[in-house]
């Protein structure tokens, strides 16, 4: 079974910063890509950052581009997301996840395993 636990959230004016952690296992960083995900009330989850098993290749949603990073750490086996210059419309729940296989993936669908969520909140 794997397991992913998010920390980081909280509550941030709008042009402040966040950054997200997700700790995994040392196997599932072996093993797996992994993405960060968000989802507001009502709308449907939406894709923010992934990046590959290697950590080589990342890939950003356009609403997030030039304003979050994704990295990992294979010491401390976490994934980060640092987010920079918030905006009130990156308020939600953000998820972290796996998938297997090399490649970084846009699409939840490819996604096996799900951390339980942590919040952030940006205030205008």
């Known amino acids: 079974q794997v397991q992913l636990v998010e920390s980081g959230g909280g509550l941030v004016q709008a042009g402040g910063s966040l950054r997200l952690a997700c700790a995994a296992s040392?196997?599932?960083?072996?093993?797996?890509?992994m993405g960060w995900f968000r989802q507001t009330p009502g709308k449907e989850r939406e894709f923010v950052a992934a990046i590959s098993r290697g950590g080589g290749t990342k890939l950003y949603a356009d609403a997030v581009k030039g304003r979050f990073t994704i990295s990992k750490d294979n010491v401390k086996i976490t994934m980060y997301l640092q987010m920079n210059s918030l905006k009130p419309e990156d308020t939600a729940v953000y998820y972290c996840?796996?998938?297997?296989?090399?490649?970084?993936?846009?699409?939840?669908?490819?996604?096996?395993?799900w951390g339980q969520g942590t919040q952030v909140t940006v205030s205008s």
């Open positions: 996840a796996v998938k297997n296989g090399p490649y970084a993936s846009r699409q939840g669908h490819e996604y096996d395993y």
């Open positions: 040392a196997r599932t960083f072996s093993r797996y890509t």
